[in-house]
């Protein structure tokens, strides 16, 4: 079956859910991402909307993003100058249309399938729910050693010196009610001076600052452990980020 006959959802006025991926130079997986993100939310009968933000992409990222999104209403292109991924993830918060707004890293490492149960957690009454990768039935595949220690030594700080009892921060994969991401977004600090441009992938540790924020203005947090796989084009730089 095809891209075309499985994503049928038209643009909604007020989609329930909004899944915001950044993306910089992913030309070689976004139309992959956007046919399975597609397919994965037709499939849970919900109003939605996928919101690509692509963060100043060297490569035809934008452009075959546009191209799909023609035939798809509900898919939406954003595109900025290279600020990095703070800068796109907080971009795509400030204009997802979802009550419920999703950012999902452009590999898919954790898979979609996670979207139900998380709006069922938000529902419940949590605020901010995250993906893990630590925890009972948590599962990392393909990770390289030396990754997963960088990870738990940083995490190790984070929760030392500014979120204690939070055991993966990291995992790009987080949805939070349209109220508490225009909150959150508009507190933080990284990349926030938007005369800037940034050179490489520049990731960096944006997450900790949400959490951090969100923890400080009161909103509840919950995390479930995934099943996560570790993207061999992964952007992360060990020794700059």
């Given at each position: 079956?095809?891209?075309?006959?499985?994503?049928?959802?038209?643009?909604?006025?007020?989609?329930?859910?909004?899944?915001?991926?950044?993306?910089?130079?992913?030309?070689?997986?976004?139309?992959?991402?956007?046919?399975?993100?597609?397919?994965?939310?037709?499939?849970?009968?919900?109003?939605?909307?996928?919101?690509?933000?692509?963060?100043?992409?060297?490569?035809?990222?934008r452009v075959l993003a546009e191209a799909f999104a023609r035939r798809y209403p509900a898919i939406q292109i954003e595109s900025l100058p290279h600020r990095g991924k703070a800068s796109a993830v907080s971009h795509g918060f400030r204009v997802a249309a979802g009550d419920l707004i999703l950012f999902s890293d452009a590999d898919l490492a954790t898979p979609l399938r996670y979207i139900e149960p998380f709006?069922?957690?938000?529902?419940?009454?949590?605020?901010?729910?995250?993906?893990?990768?630590?925890?009972?039935?948590?599962?990392?595949i393909g990770e390289p050693a030396y990754r997963h220690v960088m990870g738990r030594v940083f995490n190790w700080f984070v929760q030392l010196l500014l979120l204690p009892g939070i055991e993966d921060s990291q995992c790009g994969f987080k949805p939070f009610p349209r109220e508490a991401a225009h909150a959150v977004v508009d507190r933080s600090c990284l990349y926030r001076d938007l005369d800037t441009q940034v050179s490489g992938s520049r990731v960096t540790a944006f997450?900790?600052?949400?959490?951090?924020?969100?923890?400080?203005?009161?909103?509840?947090?919950?995390?479930?452990?995934?099943?996560?796989?570790?993207?061999?084009?992964?952007?992360?730089?060990?020794?700059?980020?």
């Open positions: 079956m095809t891209a075309e006959n499985r994503i049928s959802n038209p643009a909604p006025s007020a989609p329930l859910l909004s899944l915001v991926i950044p993306a910089y130079n992913e030309a070689a997986r976004i139309v992959s991402t956007l046919e399975e993100a597609g397919a994965s939310l037709e499939a849970l009968d919900i109003a939605w909307q996928v919101l690509v933000v692509d963060d100043g992409s060297s490569d035809r990222t709006i069922k957690r938000s529902r419940d009454g949590f605020d901010v729910v995250i993906a893990s990768r630590e925890g009972l039935n948590a599962n990392r997450d900790v600052e949400l959490l951090v924020i969100a923890r400080r203005l009161g909103y509840r947090i919950e995390s479930i452990p995934v099943e996560w796989t570790y993207g061999t084009n992964s952007k992360v730089n060990p020794i700059r980020d």
